[in-house]
């Protein structure tokens, strides 16, 4: 569930590539190359690369594990509807995404990523209440989360301004969306449970995995567009888009 927060992880590589050490990503792009796209492509991938043990120079962190707080999930109205809440969200693997294709309207300011990341793995602490498949559910204990061929799309569009000679980018929206091909998880060392029921719900998850990631997405997608939104023009008020795009 975790895995989307590598995108602000990948975010930072991106307009990254738009300091002043070409070298580290592999060169700028002209705005009159027909593929620009392709070499954007490029440079973004080698600034990732560069990137995955992170790049204090750059204000980037280490990029693993990724860490979100919280995020609940609803299963069914009234008062015995199921609710799960995770904490302590810890996802692994998000520096081995790359980025598989780019669109851009320079004109306009606009990008489109494509990425893909072959395996995500999660951990977290849950709580949950309310009845699922018929037994009362209440209780607690650790959730894991394998996720193979993870694949997100990111939408972002930038507003030029001037600042003491130089062009930069300020974010003016951002959006995402992501799926996963192929989920396995699992919950284990539940509170107030036993094995019958551990074994019963660990059935229905892995049975309703795509369905219990669409519950969740609304939720995660806020959580995502908005941790990278602050990060990303955070990014982008330090580094000159001038320095990354030129004519
Ligand atoms: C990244 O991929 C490599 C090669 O498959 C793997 O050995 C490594 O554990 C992965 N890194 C993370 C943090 O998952």
């Given at each position: 569930?975790?895995?989307?927060?590598?995108?602000?992880?990948?975010?930072?590589?991106?307009?990254?590539?738009?300091?002043?050490?070409?070298?580290?990503?592999?060169?700028?792009c002209?705005?009159r190359?027909?593929?620009?796209?392709?070499?954007?492509l490029?440079?973004?991938?080698?600034?990732?690369?560069?990137?995955?043990?992170?790049?204090?120079?750059?204000?980037?962190?280490?990029?693993?594990?990724?860490?979100?707080?919280?995020?609940?999930?609803?299963?069914?109205?009234?008062?015995?509807?199921?609710?799960a809440?995770?904490?302590?969200?810890?996802?692994?693997?998000?520096?081995?995404?790359?980025?598989?294709?780019?669109?851009?309207?320079?004109?306009?300011?606009?990008?489109?990523?494509?990425?893909?990341?072959?395996?995500?793995?999660?951990?977290?602490?849950?709580?949950?209440?309310?009845?699922?498949?018929?037994?009362?559910?209440?209780?607690?204990?650790?959730?894991?989360g394998?996720?193979?061929?993870?694949?997100?799309?990111v939408?972002?569009?930038?507003?030029?301004?001037?600042?003491?000679?130089?062009?930069?980018?300020?974010?003016?929206?951002?959006?995402?969306?992501?799926s996963?091909?192929?989920?396995?998880?699992?919950?284990?060392?539940l509170?107030?449970?036993?094995?019958?029921?551990?074994?019963?719900?660990?059935?229905f998850?892995?049975?309703?995995?795509?369905?219990?990631?669409?519950?969740?997405?609304?939720?995660?997608?806020?959580?995502?567009?908005e941790?990278?939104?602050?990060?990303?023009?955070?990014?982008?008020?330090?580094?000159?888009?001038?320095?990354?795009?030129?004519?």
């Amino acid at each position: 569930m975790a895995n989307y927060q590598v995108l602000v992880l990948f975010f930072a590589a991106v307009i990254a590539s738009g300091t002043s050490n070409t070298h580290i990503f592999g060169g700028r792009c002209s705005r009159r190359d027909p593929n620009v796209d392709a070499c954007l492509l490029r440079s973004f991938n080698s600034l990732i690369e560069y990137m995955k043990g992170g790049a204090p120079e750059l204000g980037i962190e280490e990029s693993e594990p990724i860490v979100i707080d919280e995020l609940s999930i609803a299963l069914g109205g009234g008062p015995d509807g199921y609710r799960a809440t995770f904490k302590d969200i810890h996802a692994t693997g998000a520096s081995n995404m790359t980025i598989t294709n780019v669109r851009s309207d320079l004109e306009t300011h606009q990008f489109q990523l494509t990425l893909f990341g072959p395996h995500i793995s999660a951990r977290a602490r849950y709580r949950s209440s309310g009845v699922l498949l018929l037994v009362r559910a209440s209780g607690g204990g650790e959730y894991w989360g394998e996720y193979e061929g993870v694949k997100a799309k990111v939408y972002f569009r930038g507003e030029p301004f001037e600042r003491d000679g130089r062009t930069y980018l300020k974010l003016q929206q951002l959006k995402l969306d992501f799926s996963v091909k192929d989920i396995q998880m699992g919950v284990e060392k539940l509170q107030n449970s036993n094995a019958v029921l551990e074994a019963a719900l660990n059935l229905f998850i892995n049975t309703n995995a795509q369905e219990l990631l669409k519950e969740m997405k609304p939720e995660l997608k806020r959580d995502l567009a908005e941790k990278m939104s602050r990060f990303l023009d955070n990014i982008l008020q330090k580094i000159p888009y001038d320095d990354w795009i030129v004519d």
